[in-house]
């Protein structure tokens, strides 16, 4: 089993910036792929960006330019800059990690409200 929780999120006004982070425990030695996505209201949860072991990122077009995904295995950590956003970044935030058996497992979810 693994454990992942999130911290970071908030309410922040457009164009400010928010830093998401996730950490994982358990049986965390086989972990494979971590990332983020989000499910606005209404809408289907979508990949925002992810990340391999060997730290190879891949991002949401919506998000190039402005998010940026970090990973610190020693810490078995993930992390989301997230800078110049947008209303339509309002969502729950979820981390994702992928095992190298392909298990999956979510973390519980956090708001992050882009609003003035």
């Known amino acids: 089993q693994v454990q992942l929780v999130e911290s970071g999120g908030g309410l922040v006004q457009p164009g400010g910036s928010l830093r998401l982070s996730c950490a994982a425990s358990g049986s965390i030695f086989s972990m494979f792929n971590m990332g983020w996505y989000r499910q606005a209201p209404g809408k289907q949860r979508d990949l925002v960006a992810t990340t391999t072991v060997d730290g190879k990122p891949t991002y949401a077009d919506s998000v190039k330019g402005r998010f940026t995904i970090s990973r610190d295995k020693a810490k078995n950590t993930v992390s989301l800059q997230m800078n110049s956003l947008k209303s339509e970044d309002t969502a729950v935030y979820y981390c994702?990690?992928?095992?190298?058996?392909?298990?999956?497992?979510w973390g519980q979810g956090i708001q992050v409200t882009v609003s003035s």
């Open positions: 994702r990690a992928v095992m190298g058996g392909g298990s999956v497992y």
